[in-house]
């Protein structure tokens, strides 16, 4: 089993920034797909960003420019920089992993969410 949690999340003001972090662990061989997804009230869930292992990077067109999805190998840790929030960023934010066990089957695992609130 994979465990992630993820942290990071609060209240900022329109303009303001955060960075949430996601942490794997558990019987881990190699993680291949880290994301970010999010979740408003009332809404679906969606995806915000991914990164592979080998960091090539793809993100929704309304984050564009203002975040950036990361990630640490060594520490099973995956990162979202968001720089100039706006309120229609609200959401919890939600971290997702796909990858091999050590027993050889594979695994895709969520995180609890986060909550981030944009408001002034």
């Known amino acids: 089993q994979v465990h992630l949690v993820d942290s990071g999340g609060g209240l900022v003001q329109p303009g303001g920034s955060l960075r949430l972090s996601c942490a794997a662990s558990g019987s881990i061989f190699s993680i291949s797909t880290m994301a970010w997804y999010r979740q408003a009230p009332g809404k679906q869930r969606e995806l915000v960003a991914h990164?592979?292992?080998?960091?090539?990077?793809n993100y929704a067109d309304y984050v564009k420019g203002r975040f950036t999805i990361s990630r640490d190998n060594a520490k099973n840790t995956v990162y979202l920089q968001m720089n100039s929030l706006k309120p229609e960023d609200t959401a919890v934010y939600y971290c997702?992993?796909?990858?091999?066990?050590?027993?050889?089957?594979?695994?895709?695992?969520w995180g609890q969410g986060t909550q981030v609130t944009v408001s002034s």
């Open positions: 997702n992993a796909g990858g091999l066990l050590r027993e050889g089957t594979g695994f895709g695992s």
């Open positions: 990164i592979t292992s080998s960091g090539t990077t």
